[in-house]
């Protein structure tokens, strides 16, 4: 499976069976998240069977039921757009492995995370990781033409990036970015809403891959 197609079949799943994280695969997570965290200096971590922060226990905690693994997306304040960016890496590589996920801001027990985090860094998400129940169902998307902006035509490969970019994840399906074409090179902003910041990262991995990397230069 490559990338745009764990995009394509890629849902948030907040509910998951007891079967565990296969090794190999827990392996090939925590090389990625090795790699990543030396290239950018966070402190991101994957947590298997650690039932605390979601209450695995209980029935249902914050809509989620059963979770018991994920991955822990540390990293210094002020780091919003880079957690989104490579945390969504990190969920469609699992979605390659045949794993579920779903992005988590609040409805977790931070205090029950096992991991120590550097000073200076804080906590941003979970990514919730295991057999979904199900795998999910897809969220409603705004049409395109609300979601970027361009005063000339646009070329096919920044339509294909679009449309990547409208399956990306956001915090309550709020869909806070907008996206901007001029002159051949591309830019990107966060609107006002709850993890827009996360969110514009995320948007951008997506926006990426459906682009092809070699075409998109980003404009600050």
């Known amino acids: 499976m490559t990338e745009y197609e764990a995009i394509l079949s890629r849902h948030s799943v907040r509910r998951y069976t007891p079967e565990p994280v296969e090794p190999e695969k827990a392996e090939i997570l925590k090389k990625k998240i090795d790699e990543i965290n030396e290239k950018t200096g966070m402190a991101i971590s994957l ?48 979605q390659t492995l045949g794993l579920n996920t779903c992005w988590v801001a609040l409805t977790f027990e931070k205090g029950a995370v096992p991991v120590s985090i550097p000073e200076g860094f804080k906590i941003f998400d979970l990514i919730a990781l295991g057999h979904g129940q199900t795998q999910g169902v897809p969220h409603r998307s705004k049409p395109l033409e609300r979601l970027y902006k361009a005063k000339e035509p646009v070329p096919d490969w920044f339509m294909d990036g679009m449309k990547a970019a409208a399956l990306a994840p956001t915090a309550i399906n709020q869909q ?45």
Do not use: Q
Not at 64 to 88: P, Q
Not at 190 to 215: M, Q, R, W
């Open 176 to 220: 806070r970015f907008l996206i901007v074409y001029k002159d051949g090179k591309v830019s990107a902003k966060a609107l006002l809403g709850p993890c827009s910041k996360t969110d514009l990262g995320i948007v951008k991995y997506h926006f990426e891959i459906g682009a092809g990397k070699d075409n998109v230069i980003w404009e600050d």
């Open 47 to 94: 947590c298997l069977d650690e039932p605390g922060a979601f209450m695995a226990e209980k029935p249902s905690y914050g809509s989620f039921s059963g979770c018991r693994n994920y991955i822990v997306m540390a990293a210094r304040k002020g780091d919003d757009e880079a957690v989104g960016y490579y945390g969504e890496a990190l969920v469609l590589l699992a």
